[in-house]
């Protein structure tokens, strides 16, 4: 049996609704791990567009910087 058009345009949307669901647990469990004032990481206007390692180093005379280890382009948009 072949799924009628509508069936595959709900299936589609069920799709990106879950990818968006699960985007935005990735972002909420980032913010968690993070050190600082992150509370408003998470904002219906963001989305998680891509994940990277961090490493961190330290700095002269301070605490630890963050620095991507792979890009410097921001995990949100």
């Known amino acids: 049996?072949?799924?009628s058009p509508q069936v595959k345009k709900v299936v589609g949307q069920?799709?990106?609704s879950k990818d968006?669901?699960?985007?935005?647990?990735?972002l909420v469990q980032?913010?968690?791990?993070?050190?600082?004032?992150f509370e408003d990481l998470v904002v219906p206007a963001r989305k998680?567009?891509?994940?990277a390692s961090?490493?961190?180093v330290p700095t002269r005379g301070s605490?630890?910087?963050?620095?991507p280890s792979h890009s410097s382009r921001p995990?949100?948009?």
């Open 1 to 3: 049996m072949v799924p």
């Open 14 to 16: 069920v799709n990106e």
């Open 20 to 26: 968006a669901h699960e985007s935005r647990l990735r």
């Open 30 to 37: 980032l913010q968690q791990r993070l050190r600082g004032d």
């Open 48 to 51: 998680l567009v891509r994940e």
């Open 54 to 56: 961090v490493q961190e």
């Open 63 to 67: 605490t630890f910087a963050r620095h």
């Open 75 to 77: 995990l949100t948009e």
